[in-house]
Every structure is written in structure tokens, then in C-alpha cells.
């Protein structure tokens, strides 16, 4: 039996991360659960990416940092505790913006 969540996936998710980082590891494992494809960002050896991710974040430094349609969602205990409190799967079920002139319900 196919799990209808991961057939509502639709945002744009982005995370940023370095090679050993047990928390990216985790949040990537969180995203995948729930069937999200995201794009990786690695900035371990990018500074130009650390800095992009920094001022995206509003200055933390630590990573993983996940944006959801360009919204800054924090790290992986933030979604982890949307994903309890139940929140995650709408935010992951959202496009990341309104098409236009294709609203077909
Ligand atoms: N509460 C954060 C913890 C993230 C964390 O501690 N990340 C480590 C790497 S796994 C890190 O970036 N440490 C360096 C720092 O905090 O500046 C989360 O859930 O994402």
C-alpha cells in the first residue's frame, strides 16, 4: 500500500549542510521519511554558501539550516517538533507558490 502522504509532496525544500554533521543527517532522514525532495546545499568548504546560509538565517551559524518555500524553518529540531506537533506534512503539501491560471482543484 502506497503512503498518500508522499503524493502531496509539493514545496521546495532547501538545506544547508557539511559532510559531518549528525543533525543533517537526521533532518535529511526526517525529510526523506516524509517522501520531501530537497535540494543540499553543502557549506563546509563554501564560504560563499555559509554566508548566503548565515544572513538567510538570520545569522545562526550552525547547521543543518532548512528552508521550506524559502522560509526559514530553523534546524532539525524545529521540523522535528512540527512533525510531532503534526505540522510538517502541510507545510512539505504546500507549493511553493500560487501557479498562476492553473488552480485546478
Ligand atoms: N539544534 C540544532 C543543533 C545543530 C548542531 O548542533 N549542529 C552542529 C553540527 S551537527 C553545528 O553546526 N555545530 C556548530 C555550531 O553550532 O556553530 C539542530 O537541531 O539543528
Known amino acids: 500500500m502506497q503512503d498518500s502522504s508522499q503524493n502531496k509532496i509539493r514545496a521546495q525544500v532547501e538545506i544547508y549542510t557539511t559532510s559531518t554533521c549528525p543533525y543533517c543527517v537526521r533532518a535529511k532522514s526526517l525529510l526523506a521519511r516524509k517522501g520531501a525532495t530537497y535540494t543540499e546545499i553543502y557549506v563546509g568548504f563554501d564560504s560563499e554558501a555559509l ?55
Open 51 to 105: 554566508q548566503r546560509m548565515i544572513e538567510r538565517a538570520y545569522g545562526q551559524r550552525s547547521v543543518p539550516q532548512i528552508f521550506i518555500n524559502d522560509q526559514h524553518m530553523g534546524g532539525f529540531d524545529e521540523i522535528n517538533e512540527l512533525n510531532r506537533r503534526g505540522e510538517l506534512d502541510a507545510l512539505l503539501a504546500t507549493p511553493p507558490r500560487q501557479p498562476s491560471g492553473d488552480s485546478a482543484a
